[in-house]
């Protein structure tokens, strides 16, 4: 069961927060529970949709988001962001099965994006105290400085998302992605 009441519809939510939220059905066809949960504090809902936007606009690719955010909802064990980037991933990005199994254990198939990934994934795990060799290796693949920045506010984004679904145990409305517990 959720810990934080989630609005049950955009009407629920607080006034500041309605805007944002019609904004998320126009683009999304309908308002994810997360979205709901956040919009409790409009504040926070504004500050992660205009991360995210803002994000959007970047040098990295939508595929190399998805990824990322599968390495890190696995990484944290979030079953509510695994659920959801594995749609994404699978159903608007385009990514393979075999690919998305890669990106949850922090790697992919693609070489320039397996060395995002693992990145990512090696911000997550020395909370940002990579080495020398952790950014050789990512530049030695082709990322800029200011790609390598991005895939740091990606981790940090994620963690957020992670972090809040399982504080709050945000109930899954995406397809239940193969290994989570429901």
């Known amino acids: 069961m959720t810990r934080i009441a989630i609005p049950a519809s955009i009407e629920a939510a607080p006034a500041a927060a309605r805007p944002a939220l019609e904004q998320v059905k ?3 066809g309908s308002v994810p529970n997360l979205f709901r949960l956040v919009a409790n504090s409009p504040v926070a809902l504004e500050g992660w949709l205009g991360l995210s936007g803002a ?16 390495a890190l909802a696995e990484f944290n064990g979030c079953g509510y962001c695994l659920s959801a980037h594995t749609y994404v991933a699978s159903h608007v990005a385009g990514l393979s099965a075999q690919e998305i199994s890669a990106n949850r254990m922090g790697r992919s198939t693609d070489a320039k994006a397996d060395a995002a990934v693992a990145f990512a994934l090696r911000v997550a795990e020395t909370r940002g105290h990579v080495t020398d060799a952790d950014v050789k290796t990512l530049r030695d693949a082709g990322y800029d400085d200011g790609q390598l920045i991005e895939i740091v506010q990606h981790v940090a984004l994620n963690i957020w998302t992670n972090y809040m679904n399982e504080v709050a145990k945000t109930e899954i409305d995406f397809p239940l992605a193969e290994g989570v517990a429901a």
């Not at 990295?60 to 998805?66: C, S, V, Y």
Request: hydrophobic share 40%; no cysteine.
């Open 26 to 28: 126009s683009q999304l």
């Open 55 to 70: 994000l959007g606009k970047g040098q990295l690719p939508a595929a190399t988001r998805e990824r990322i955010a599968l």
